[in-house]
């Protein structure tokens, strides 16, 4: 009898350890994932919070860089941009992501921009025909590979993101929200959140959301995107400092 009894207390007390460690593993996981939610998003009541960034770096053979599937064979010299002696030029990423368009067969896209950040290159591409922003994409400062950039290009990209890979079952491929509406939606994130810092005027379009810059005393800062149909927030955590940007007027 009390061995059946210590072996029933012996196997309630694991499964609880096990219950608490799987709550506390949620808990913490769920503060990283999912930021508190904020009325921000014209009005649209309580649960529209920021995403906050996902991956510092791009890293990983799903890339492509400049030669190929393969890491990069030659070192670029004593030239290059921004004191790395062993980093891409903000040229050399143009040319990058150039390259890694046609390789997947993007014909009708081009490079509306490509910013140099502190932890890597940034471009858009867009549609040539419609404007329409189709994917953002980042260069590793070092290697030159070239990926989809995590966060909104991924999850709320409804036509060349997730959505058109069937991962997330969307149907929808247009903003409910203005890109006037997006900018306010922006600059009251900001208010609320990053207090000095505006929402730049002018808001690229994506299928599903709309990508701002964020400026500080009127220089480009970082970036933010907002969802096309909710005003969720979802601040880019990941470049670093701003350095530098070629196309688009030079950030108008």
Same mark, same amino acid.
């Given at each position: 009898?009390?061995?059946?009894?210590?072996?029933?207390?012996?196997?309630?007390?694991?499964?609880?350890?096990?219950?608490?460690?799987?709550?506390?593993?949620?808990?913490?996981?769920?503060?990283?994932?999912?930021?508190?939610?904020?009325?921000?998003?014209?009005?649209?009541?309580p649960g529209y919070g920021e995403y906050p960034?996902?991956?510092?770096?791009?890293?990983?053979?799903?890339?492509?860089?400049?030669?190929?599937?393969?890491?990069?064979?030659?070192?670029?010299?004593?030239?290059?941009?921004?004191?790395?002696?062993? !980093? *891409? &030029?903000?040229? =050399?990423?143009?040319?990058?992501?150039?390259? +890694?368009?046609?390789?997947?067969?993007? $014909? /009708?896209?081009?490079?509306?921009?490509?910013?140099?950040?502190?932890?890597?290159?940034?471009?858009?591409?867009?549609?040539?025909?419609?404007?329409?922003?189709?994917?953002?994409?980042?260069?590793?400062r070092e290697s030159g590979i070239v990926g989809?950039?995590?966060?909104?290009?991924?999850?709320?990209?409804?036509?060349?993101?997730?959505?058109?890979?069937?991962?997330?079952?969307?149907?929808?491929?247009?903003?409910?929200?203005?890109?006037?509406?997006?900018?306010?939606?922006?600059?009251?994130?900001?208010?609320?959140?990053?207090? !000095? *810092? &505006?929402?730049? =005027?002018?808001?690229?379009?994506?299928?599903? +959301?709309?990508?701002?810059?964020?400026? $500080? /005393?009127?220089?480009?800062?970082?970036?933010?995107s907002v969802h096309g149909t909710t005003g969720?927030?979802?601040?880019?955590?990941?470049?670093?400092?701003?350095?530098?940007?070629?196309?688009?007027?030079?950030?108008?």
């Amino acid at each position: 009898m009390k061995t059946v009894l210590w072996t029933s207390l012996g196997i309630v007390v694991v499964v609880a350890l096990v219950v608490v460690g799987l709550a506390a593993g949620w808990a913490l996981w769920g503060r990283q994932l999912w930021a508190a939610p904020s009325a921000y998003a014209l009005d649209r009541g309580p649960g529209y919070g920021e995403y906050p960034g996902m991956m510092p770096r791009m890293r990983g053979p799903w890339g492509h860089n400049r030669d190929g599937w393969t890491e990069r064979s030659r070192d670029l010299g004593e030239d290059s941009a921004y004191g790395d002696s062993d !980093g *891409l &030029t903000i040229e =050399e990423a143009h040319e990058a992501v150039e390259r +890694y368009l046609r390789s997947r067969g993007y $014909e /009708d896209l081009e490079i509306a921009e490509v910013m140099a950040f502190e932890q890597n290159y940034y471009a858009i591409a867009r549609e040539h025909d419609t404007g329409i922003g189709a994917m953002e994409l980042l260069v590793d400062r070092e290697s030159g590979i070239v990926g989809p950039e995590m966060g909104p290009n991924m999850m709320w990209n409804e036509r060349y993101g997730m959505h058109h890979r069937g991962m997330m079952g969307s149907g929808r491929r247009g903003n409910v929200l203005t890109a006037e509406e997006a900018v306010e939606v922006a600059q009251r994130w900001l208010d609320a959140n990053r207090p !000095g *810092l &505006t929402a730049d =005027e002018h808001a690229v379009p994506f299928y599903g +959301y709309y990508t701002i810059h964020t400026l $500080e /005393d009127g220089k480009i800062e970082g970036m933010l995107s907002v969802h096309g149909t909710t005003g969720q927030v979802w601040y880019h955590t990941w470049h670093g400092d701003f350095l530098d940007i070629m196309g688009e007027e030079e950030a108008h």
